[in-house]
């Protein structure tokens, strides 16, 4: 039994059952009792289970009727003591409101956060607060929010600056202290107090009520049923479709239902699935049960008796009650917050206390209550806000812990509230101090890492996706912390030191598990066979990175904490390695004079771990010693002497070194997992407290140890003692020849070696170590960033490290040494390096990786080559170090390192050997080179320095041991001219100078006499003789590429000659020339230039021969009647781009009458193409090559493709141009023309004769056997007319072929029909294309503001052009017959045929879609005469006569005209504004009473010149096409002279209405006619909008200027299925404006038989089957086409930066770019969205596998 058949037998709850209950009466009862709980009580439990929970189906609004008069009407009355309405008027009238605005957010709603003055960017204000503040001035920051949460306008905490915005700015006078209480009576107090604590406790044990069929105490009602519900809970684990499916079986319902209950459970956290007695209930449960417990555990269900949850209903209706009332005062907010926070008198848990402990065992929608409730109450309240933050920390523990088992989502846990409580700097303060809620914390967090190994370390298991779920539960504890720390104190008190330092040191403890932590070996043999954990540990350090660094800033604050933070974490780094040298042997290690004592040790053979968050901490604090210092002013305070700098650098120096071997490639056989550390151990996100800080550490060692000692131990790390300590290391080709991989191994050691010398040198860029402030350590990020290339905002911002608040510091700096590019319609803005900060540009930047290092070299090397610069890239000017590592500058001089250098540069002597590297010289210069850099900055300096710091020197000395060996640059010397160093020259001649200039400087200061040497001048020669030689080359370089300039343009000469109509095509596609009508430009003069008519143009035979090449054979062809067919690629697609009514229904594709096309143009059918030719064969070979591979690729793997075959989509062979059938290209065709031709009249009579006879035929054959002679006498066929002939078909087979293609195909696509080509709607369906595509091209050039004629696209113009020649060939398809009858029924229209029944009014026909039919269908009636008449004759009749039709139906449509002055038209037009005027009279008088009233005849002549004009525009077009006839040269150009133009060309007289007067005999009745047409009057009264003329360009939705205008549009709309329910994914259609809830289950429809989302639906009623979307919450444009393409597009908005920010993941301020806006409905409206779909679905192919239809 489905639930819903219980619905009858259970009787509705009616107001009018409780007429006689008087709620003042039962106040006033309750005045009067002593034990007002238990009255309470007593109504409850008889009223709450009368009205709520009566059936399967609640009817909430009967329930809130009732529970309102019932139950809140004496409590209101209770608690007011009168009439509540009065009684809560009073209250507000003394309400003071609170400053703080509170407004909870909606899933969805935007935020805003101001960068320049939030506090932390948790402080957030709702859209109406922000655009009211100071804030929207500033740099702000927008998001959307996830739900919950508030808006902060008006917390003074939160903000730095402007704490209100204009409404919530409070009143001066008023004290905010004032105690709110003190406005109120006391029995008021207390009636308050009484109510609130019965119902708040009532609330609190009834949510928290787990028993199933029993109530509390009390509330047991009088008279028990038996009815139960069967509840279904939300967990996190099942999903949506395991729930349908599960309860599709278990109740028995439909699938619909199904959706709905799991919507529901989804929303609200529970939902009754059955109701009913207990035996039913429970058969349901164990269903549900049994079905969804086998992989996980059940979904839980429980049966519970209605009365049990008629009062948990009516529970969460009294909390919601309460959060109402305590709105409209601030003193009933305040008594409420002292009744929920008030313990019991046995010191019981407060009603809040329980509720809290309690969160974890409630249902969805009661906690979300609930916590609303604490929002609206304790949050708002400063005083209770600060006693709730206290329960809430005593009680954190407990929280967190529950959480942990929770399987709700975060934002519906009460622990989510920790960050509206912990942001507040002083309530954090206050818990940190009173409730040590630091330490808190973090042993919770410890606490919950439970995984360790021997040493205590975290040990992670295998990172499962349940691993992963829990630990990101763990995560939230650090965002805590995050918030407790965001807000550094500006004073501290002893309380505050100790319990910070108490904190720091469970710091500490955490940190010490994570030092050493996942380990790593280096496997040697064979692989690993299982890559280690180790995602789970660099999460952790991911998310402590910013925890770590906001311990350091609060050390920082505060001297006396920073040296005791110092001292603590020397002694846990201390206990850490506490017996660091256990098991490893003790060595002496001695080179070029010096020895040190060390151990022996190898990364490359022992355990090695990546994760030293200790050391690291330590060279934090270190460096900030410096930085404040604190070093120099209290050393006595400092454990200095402790400090064993060995110990120091040995495990940082291990990562590094591990790092080089990685590189190496000596870890190879250790996976992936290694490599992914090494990665992330260098990446932005973790650097800055990982490799940083271990450089740092590096420094602090170093600076305080004798740098020979530091190098030596380094050199042993690197496992590379040995080949620098030996006597003979010089000579190192010699003698070690052994292993080729070990040699290229040792030289990549040697590289990073160096590379490391060099940073802990260089690198100074961070306070405390280098004399810098933050701004130059971001300045010179950017610099090296934009070394690289240009790059856009966001790319910089992601190379760059956000500290806590996401800030990255750029702004400051960028426009320092950025210019900005801005972007243009596609693309973005990037910001390009000032050539003046390309000096800072340091090749060894300790970010760079090596790809950026060498991407970086040759991007500064070209510039200075395109600058005319040496190319040469020295070492930048390094800033000072700070004195505490200011002896780092002697490991430049040391004879460790010269002795390295030197071994070096010795080896370079031999030019081959593979001992030695560039990339190793290169490092050696460079180090060679920054020496000098010092040298020369210490000379400037003091002289003191000078002296101290001698390198050149010390490289001018000869080497010691053994004996004579060069000195270095003496080595340098030799290089200089050694040939295989070319590339090294501009560098060796740099440091030779240098030294030079540093000599020359040093003898001046001896000296005292700075005079020119002449070693100076020299230089000047060899600089100049330099010059010429580059001047020189570059000669040659230019003349050597204009040779090869000249050669390539020859090649390319002879390309396009043989390739002329490809080259051409694609030229003229890349800039729309005019060349195609320069092709037919008139060899005869101006006044020749018609189109239609007997007079018109005719082409020539050489005009009218074409020579084409097939793009697949490359065969020329002539295009020939009897030919072989050529045909061009076409995609033929529904289109509602010109509706001016997209509310029509659909039709019925079977019995649709294509024939009239109404002039709302509601859809039509539009061909496109591409351009590109093929022979008919070649192109029938190509497809079922494709239709071929596409089936057997399907057999083989189920991929899409982005054209769907079956359908007859294919790529065009050239262009990949999305196409779905090809047209025929037709000759022109050959006319001649007889000088004598009936006019109009004639014309028409003849016509109605010729139609006539064709009537009496058919009746004749249809009447055959049965003798009706009448018909047929009365009939005579006018001469010439042959009713039996049947004409030949002049076309060859194959163009017959195509000609059925294209038809059918037109027919098939555009009526949405199985192919028939038998069918009699195809001939119309191709006409309607025609005049479709020609009328939508016409007003595109009138939106792009382009000439009608020698503007389109070479493909457009082709396209036409075959189109329009097929139309007018396509009627041979068809039967004759056929055609005749559309002929027929067509005219009927204009000249009345007694035979023919049904035709529409003028009003309901598009005139231009009749010309083109007429004209197109007039041929199969002419090739039946042989009297002579031409067809030109006929198509300018028709043509008049349309025109005139269309005359009528424009003064039928004119608009009234404004009233306003008379329009002086000075006379010019005179003559025509009286015969319009007379026409429109005329038109008065057949209709009496239809039309206003005109008296200016300048209005009138008015809408109809601008009326027709369109039409007049498109027939140019059509005639053009069809005859061939070039334009006149006025509609080359878009403006004056267009009318008179077209006039001509069209064979016009310059006032159309002449048309009518000169025919006035045939016309007048024809006009009396269309007017007396019942649907005139009909449509001219009716209330629908008429259409009028001219019809307006349709466009895509007006776009808010501020992308928030559209958040916020967007998060005020719910889903439209379910109920008042936010739409997760709110989508745009740009098209009309509509919002649809997209993606979700709750929107789906059937289309076709196919489940679609609400995003296809809407394309198909709206669009034909295309769609244009704008998806709000990604900021994201959607392109739809039929039911499976679709792709993304870039949105129309743009941030400052000229960057999108598609997933609003950035959250920069979006504003529209009208350029690009106006470029996507330019794609819209040339009908390209769909070839861009291919297009995007080509390039990208996981396009094709998302699923579009479900969006
Ligand atoms: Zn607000
Ligand atoms: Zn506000
Ligand atoms: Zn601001
Ligand atoms: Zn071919
Ligand atoms: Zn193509
Ligand atoms: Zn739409
Ligand atoms: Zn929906």
């Excluded at 079986?249 to 009913?276: I, M, P, W």
């Excluded at 262009?1215 to 025929?1224: A, F, G, H, W, Y």
Aim: aromatic content about 8%.
């Amino acid at each position: 039994m489905a639930a819903a058949e219980t619905d009858s037998e259970v009787p509705c709850a009616r107001c009018s059952d409780f007429l006689h209950f008087s709620a003042k009466d039962t106040a006033a009862k309750w005045l009067e009792v002593d034990n007002l709980l238990k009255e309470v009580y007593q109504h409850l439990a008889c009223f709450v289970p009368k009205i709520y929970c009566l059936g399967p189906n609640l009817n909430p609004q009967n329930e809130d009727l009732l529970a309102q008069l019932l139950l809140q009407g004496p409590l209101e009355w209770y608690l007011c003591g009168e009439e509540p309405t009065v009684g809560l008027a009073k209250l507000e009238q003394s309400n003071q409101p609170s400053q703080l605005c509170g407004h909870v957010f909606k899933v969805g709603e935007p935020t805003y956060s101001c960068r320049d003055c939030a506090a932390d960017p948790t402080c957030v204000l709702c859209m109406q607060c922000f655009l009211g503040s100071v804030h929207k001035e500033h740099r702000y920051r927008m998001t959307t929010s996830g739900g919950g949460g508030f808006c902060d306008c008006g917390d003074t905490e939160a903000w730095k600056k402007g704490p209100y915005c204009q409404k919530h700015e409070p009143n001066i006078s008023d004290s905010s202290q004032k105690d709110p209480l003190a406005n109120l009576s006391e029995q008021m107090i207390t009636r308050t107090r009484n109510v609130f604590s019965i119902i708040l406790k009532y609330a609190v044990h009834m949510l928290t009520w787990e028993k199933e069929d029993e109530l509390p105490e009390g509330l047991e009602p009088p008279a028990r049923g038996d009815t139960y519900y069967c509840m279904l809970f939300n967990d996190e684990v099942h999903t949506y479709e395991q729930v349908i499916y599960t309860l599709q079986k278990a109740v028995n319902c439909t699938q619909k239902e199904a959706v709905s209950f799991a919507t529901t459970v989804d929303r609200d956290g529970r939902k009754s699935v059955r109701f009913g007695d207990f035996q039913f209930c429970e058969q349901a449960k164990s269903v549900i049960v049994r079905n969804t417990s086998r992989q996980t555990k059940p979904l839980r269900v429980q049966v519970m008796h209605s009365s049990v949850v008629a009062h948990q209903c009516f529970a969460l209706k009294a909390l919601n009650w309460l959060g109402q009332i305590i709105k409209s005062s601030d003193a009933l907010r305040r008594i409420l917050c002292l009744v929920g926070l008030q313990q019991g008198p046995n010191g019981e848990n407060s009603l809040v206390d329980t509720l809290m402990l309690c969160d974890s065992k409630m249902w969805k929608g009661a906690r979300n209550v609930y916590h609303q409730l604490f929002m609206s109450s304790l949050l708002m309240d400063p005083k209770y806000k600060k006693l709730f933050a206290i329960q809430f920390a005593k009680n954190y523990r407990r929280l967190q812990t529950d959480f942990m088992e929770d399987d709700h989502e975060r934002v519906v846990s009460v622990t989510s509230l920790s960050v509206q409580l912990f942001t507040a700097p002083t309530v954090a303060r206050m818990l940190i101090t009173e409730e040590n809620l630091m330490t808190t914390i973090i042993q919770t967090f410890v606490d919950h890492l439970r995984h360790r190994d021997i040493q205590g370390r975290f040990q992670f298991e295998r990172y499962t996706a349940q691993q992963a779920f829990k630990f990101r539960r763990v995560q939230s504890l650090i965002g805590d912390l995050k918030y407790v720390l965001i807000s550094r104190p500006t004073e501290w008190s002893d309380q505050l030191r100790e319990k910070f330092l108490e904190g720091f040191e469970a710091f500490l403890e955490l940190l010490k598990c994570m030092q050493g932590m996942d380990p790593v070996v280096r496997q040697v043999g064979q692989h690993i066979e299982m890559e280690p954990e180790w995602e789970a540990a660099f999460t952790l350090q991911m998310k402590l990175t910013h925890i770590i660094s906001m311990m350091q800033e609060w050390c920082a604050n505060d001297e006396k904490v920073l040296i005791e933070a110092y001292k603590k974490c020397l002694s846990a780094l201390t206990h850490c390695h506490s017996g660091f040298t256990d098991g490893e042997q003790p060595i002496t290690l001695s080179m070029c004079g010096h020895s040190v004592d060390t151990i022996r040790y190898c990364v490359s053979q022992e355990k090695v771990s990546i994760h030293l968050p200790v050391s690291r901490l330590l060279a934090g604090l270190h460096a900030l010693l410096s930085k404040t210092e604190v070093a120099y002013r209290f050393p006595e305070l400092l454990p200095l002497s402790e400090l064993s700098p060995p110990m120091l650098i040995e495990h940082p120096l291990r990562c590094l070194v591990l790092c080089a071997q990685v590189h190496a490639g000596m870890w190879r056989r250790n996976g992936f997992s290694l490599v992914n550390q090494i990665y992330y151990y260098h990446n932005v996100k973790c650097r800055v407290e990982m490799f940083d800080k271990d450089l740092v550490m590096l420094q602090a060692g170093a600076s305080m140890m004798d740098p020979n000692h530091f190098l030596m131990i380094v050199l042993s790390r690197f496992e590379l003692y040995h080949i620098f300590s030996s006597a003979d290391c010089r000579k190192r080709y010699g003698r070690e020849n052994i292993n080729k991989d070990v040699v290229q191994q040792n030289n990549t050691l040697i590289e990073e070696m160096l590379h490391l010398v060099i940073m802990v040198v260089g690198e100074r860029y961070i306070a405390g170590v280098g004399q810098v402030e933050s701004y130059d350590e971001i300045k010179r990020e950017i610099i090296h960033q934009l070394c690289i290339r240009p790059m856009a905002h966001s790319e910089l911002v992601k190379a760059l490290p956000e500290n806590e608040n996401k800030e990255t510091g750029m702004e400051r700096v960028i426009d320092h040494v950025a210019l900005f590019k801005k972007p243009g319609v596609t693309g973005r803005g990037l910001y390009k390096l000032r050539p003046e900060c390309a000096k800072m540009f340091n090749l060894y930047f300790n970010h760079y990786s090596r790809a950026d290092q060498s991407k970086a070299e040759e991007a500064q090397r070209k510039i200075k080559r395109q600058n005319g610069e040496d190319s040469v890239l020295p070492p930048p000017v390094p800033p000072h170090f700070c004195p505490l590592f200011g002896s780092l500058v002697n490991i430049l001089q040391c004879d460790v390192l010269l002795g390295i250098l030197g071994a070096v540069l010795q080896w370079a002597m031999e030019p081959s050997g593979g001992h030695w590297s560039e990339s190793m010289l290169q490092r050696v210069l460079h180090l060679l080179g920054m020496g000098l850099v010092e040298e020369q900055q210490h000379l400037t300096g003091s002289t003191e320095d000078g002296i101290s710091f001698n390198f050149t020197l010390k490289i001018s000395r000869p080497g010691e041991a053994p004996g004579n060996t060069p000195s270095i640059l003496a080595l340098l010397e030799t290089l200089q001219n050694a040939p295989h160093l070319e590339v090294h020259k501009d560098m060796i001649r740099w440091i030779l100078k240098t030294v030079a200039n540093i000599k020359t400087t040093r003898e001046c200061t001896a000296s005292a006499s700075p005079a020119d040497s002449s070693g100076h001048s020299q230089e000047e020669t060899v600089r100049d003789k330099d010059k010429a030689e580059r001047k020189r080359k570059a000669e040659m370089a230019r003349l050597r590429r204009e040779k090869i300039m000249a050669q390539m343009s020859e090649m390319q000469r002879h390309f396009i000659n043989e390739n002329k109509d490809l080259f051409q095509q694609s030229l003229e596609e890349l800039d729309a020339t005019t060349s195609t009508s320069l092709e037919h430009s008139p060899s005869t003069c101006d006044s020749t230039l018609v189109c239609v008519g007997p007079r018109r143009w005719r082409a020539s035979a050489s005009d009218r021969r074409q020579v084409v090449t097939c793009i697949l054979c490359q065969e020329e062809q002539e295009i020939r009647v009897d030919g072989k067919a050529m045909v061009l690629a076409a995609f033929v697609q529904r289109s509602t781009v010109m509706s001016k009514n997209r509310k029509r229904p659909t039709y019925n594709p079977d019995k649709y009458d294509p024939l009239f096309m109404h002039p709302d143009l509601s859809f039509g059918t539009h061909t496109g193409s591409c351009g590109h030719i093929m022979h008919s064969h070649c192109w029938q070979r190509y497809f079922e090559a494709v239709q071929a591979k596409e089936q057997r690729r399907q057999q083989r793997l189920r991929v899409h493709t982005s054209y769907d075959v079956e359908n007859g989509e294919f790529l065009c062979p050239l262009c990949e141009c999305l196409s779905n059938t090809v047209i025929p290209l037709l000759p022109l065709t050959k006319t001649t023309c007889s000088t004598e031709q009936p006019d109009q009249r004639q014309w028409v009579n003849i016509t109605s004769q010729q139609i006539k006879a064709l009537h009496a035929a058919r009746k004749k054959t249809n009447a055959e056997g049965v003798d009706d002679a009448d018909s047929a006498e009365d009939c005579h066929p006018p001469d010439g007319f042959r009713l039996d002939h049947t004409p030949k078909n002049p076309y060859s087979g194959t163009i017959k072929e195509m000609l059925t293609t294209f038809g059918t195909a037109t027919y098939k696509v555009g009526l949405k029909v199985h192919p028939n080509e038998q069918d009699a709607r195809v001939p119309i369906m191709c006409w309607g294309s025609c005049a479709y595509t020609i009328q939508s091209i016409e007003r595109l050039l009138v939106d792009e503001e382009k000439p009608l004629f020698g503007s389109l696209p070479c493909r457009q113009n082709d396209c036409l052009s075959s189109l329009t020649r097929f139309g007018s060939a396509c009627w041979t398809a068809s039967s004759q017959a056929v055609v005749h009858g559309h002929f027929i029924r067509l005219l009927a229209a204009l000249v009345p045929d007694s035979q023919v029944e049904n035709t529409p009014c003028i009003l309901d026909i598009d005139m231009f879609h009749m010309l083109v039919s007429l004209v197109l269908s007039y041929p199969a009636l002419h090739c039946l005469d042989s009297s002579g008449m031409s067809e030109d004759a006929a198509q300018l009749h028709l043509l008049h006569l349309v025109t005139i039709a269309h005359i009528v139906q424009i003064l039928l449509t004119s608009i009234p005209e404004e009233v306003r002055m008379e329009q002086e038209s000075g006379g010019a037009e005179r003559e025509e504004e009286e015969s319009v005027c007379l026409l429109y009279n005329t038109l008065r008088r057949h209709l009496s009473s239809g039309l206003h009233e005109v008296t200016s005849g300048w209005h009138l002549w008015h809408c109809v010149k601008t009326g027709i004009l369109p039409y007049l525009r498109a027939a140019a077009l059509f005639f053009h096409y069809l005859n061939g006839a070039p334009a006149p040269p006025e509609l080359h150009a878009v403006g004056v002279g267009e009318w008179e133009a077209l006039c001509g060309y069209l064979c016009l007289p310059s006032n159309p209405l002449q048309l009518y007067y000169n025919n006035l005999e045939l016309l007048e009745p024809l006009l009396q006619g269309w007017c007396s047409h019942p649907g005139v009057l009909q449509a001219l009264q009716s209330s629908t909008a008429l259409i009028r003329f001219p019809r307006e360009s349709n466009h895509l939705i007006e776009l808010p200027e501020d992308y928030s205008a559209l958040i916020n549009q967007a998060s005020s709309f719910t889903c439209p299925k379910s109920g008042g329910d936010k739409s997760r994914a709110p989508t745009l259609c740009l098209v009309c404006g509509a919002m649809l809830c997209s993606q979700s289950y709750c929107c789906q429809t059937e289309l076709e038989g196919d489940d679609v989302g609400a995003c296809t639906a809407h394309t198909f009623t709206c669009g034909a089957g295309v769609g244009i979307f704008l998806r709000v919450r990604e900021s994201q444009v959607l392109f739809l086409a039929g039911k499976t393409k679709g792709c993304f597009y870039a949105p129309p908005y743009l941030d400052d930066y000229g960057e999108t920010d598609q997933g609003l993941r950035r959250g920069n301020p979006l504003h529209l770019c009208q350029e690009r806006y106006r470029k996507i409905q330019k794609l819209w409206r040339q009908h390209s969205i769909t070839e861009e779909i291919g297009h995007a679905q080509e390039a990208n192919q996981t396009l094709v596998g998302i699923d579009w239809q479900h969006l």
